[in-house]
């Protein structure tokens, strides 16, 4: 394979002179989005140039950070692994350090590894209409920790920054936690020496986390007790799917992948189809499936029945019911109850009840963070991505050649971030053969919808609700959450639906977003090129006339 990691020199390209180094594409982030970014660029843009800065000094993201005991997916491995390299495992659940491993060896596969800069962190990016490129700004940490200012170009910005901070977790701020005595833990920073043997542990939360590091800490604590305010659907899957083997068995090499791929796609799209539109049969369902996990007469009103219904917050999943084991051998108690204050010996609940603990975990969840915390503006006019819309979920409203790797909430992340990686490659090698040099989405007729859009009720995204995005009240500008759909819409659809390519040098890329979006925004707008297929013929709905592109 072709190496075109490297960037243009600094004495030839667009920056010929200047010192100031440039790449086709930037992608910002080493975790499972961007290594599978840079893979896709490598698949399908071999003639690409581009660069990975990652401001850990680690790849592997999510992956790499989170280290608390039982770490694993929560979503099956063969639709959250790659589809250019399938998860090469028997297990669907696999551990974290098994995740990390697969992401490591994908990067090494690829040759992405290599070309990785580490400790830059990118903070800001302002698009140039008249060169056509992004001035992108990173800081570079050395080992000592000196911060030096580092500017390069790129004509694409490839956003794989994930959703949530790095530098800290979500915490409520907990009455009297200063008085607490023992150790105070948040999963997002598990201290490597932690010795929980024989503790008393409390794990604050009902999510993934707490569902997941319960039972494995139950292993070799004397005792734990999952707090929780209010509970989360739980189902019971096994880390191993027995139709997985059959399927291995069964079939020639090089149809395993996609056919575990799909197999699972579309299982997990059906059940959460069915949540939405039979939200009482699957309550019924899952209740009666912790109903045989746990012991007659076990509470399941008050720790196990939500108040929402399925799918309006993540499905947690309980890997071969080792959670329900645990409950009934008694090393492990559900308390739903809220926190009154932490006292020195452990929590007192508003019950009057209080759990004594030697070791307390804040699993309350992740504090959302969109684009990495980059400050995005165009043309020097800084962009307020609360006020854009998101074009099918991956790029902004008015915002040229610039993508973000967003995956499902409902499903494997991979599946939607390779939708979108995929969606970036075509769009880059239209813009290579048409010779247009921006592409934008814009907007015409569609209305603001107050939905969220990452589709949950979950605490981190009501909470983040003001730093996201918008919606639209229909496609491109709705967030389908659907693989199939987004299938059809990304990979298959022309390019045109939504979108304005232009020559250099003649983008208005700054748009009003305030206020309503007329059907007839851009009236008057000129383009050099109208939109095209790399075939040259105009995609449908493209009024060749006015140049423009005409949203459905
Ligand atoms: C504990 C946990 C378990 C999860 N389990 C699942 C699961 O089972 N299935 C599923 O589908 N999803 C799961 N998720 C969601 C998960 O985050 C995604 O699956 C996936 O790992 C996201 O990959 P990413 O590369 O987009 O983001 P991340 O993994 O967050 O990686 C982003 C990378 O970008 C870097 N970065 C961020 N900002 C900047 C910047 N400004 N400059 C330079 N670098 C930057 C970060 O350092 C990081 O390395 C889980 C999340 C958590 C927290």
Known sequence: MTDRTTSTTPGEGPNAGTGVEHVDVLVVGAGLSGIGAACRLRIECPWATFAVLESRDALGGTWDLFRYPGIRSDSDMFTLGYPFRPWPRGESIADGSRILRYLQDTAADYGIDRHIRYRHRVVSADFDPVAGHWAVTAERTDGNGTVESVQLTCTWLMSCSGYYRYDRGHLPDFEGMDDYGGTLVHPQFWPEDLDHDGARVVVIG??????????????????????????????????????????????PRRWEGPVLRWMNTLSTQGFYELSRRRPGLVKRVLRKGIERELPAGYDVDTHFTPRYDPWDQRLCVVTDGDLFARIRDGSVDVVTDHVERFTRGGILLSSGRELPADIIVTATGLDLLFL??????????????????????????????????????????????????????????????????????????????????????????VRAQDQLPRQGDRFPWRVHQSYVRDLRAMRHDGLGEGLRFQRAGTAEPVIDVSGDRPADRNEGMTTDAGVVEPDGTPPAGVDRSAGLVVGH
């Open 372 to 461: 990495g915390g980059i400050r995005l503006s165009v043309a020097g006019e800084p962009v307020d991505v609360t006020e854009r819309m998101a074009y099918k979920g991956m790029m902004l409203e008015g915002v040229p050649n610039l993508a973000m790797a967003v995956g499902y909430t409902n499903a494997s992340w991979t599946l939607k971030s390779d939708l979108t990686c995929r969606y970036v490659c075509r769009l880059l090698n239209h813009l290579r053969s048409s010779g247009d040099a921006t592409c934008t989405p814009v907007a015409q007729g569609v209305q603001v919808s107050e939905d969220s859009l990452m589709g949950l009720s979950s605490g981190y995204v």
């Open 206 to 251: 009902s999510g993934a986390t707490a569902i997941t590091l319960v039972p494995a800490l139950a292993e070799r604590a004397a005792h734990v007790t999952m707090l929780q305010r209010s509970p989360t659907y739980v189902a019971s899957l096994p880390r191993t799917n027995p139709v997985t083997g059959r399927v291995r068995r069964l079939l």
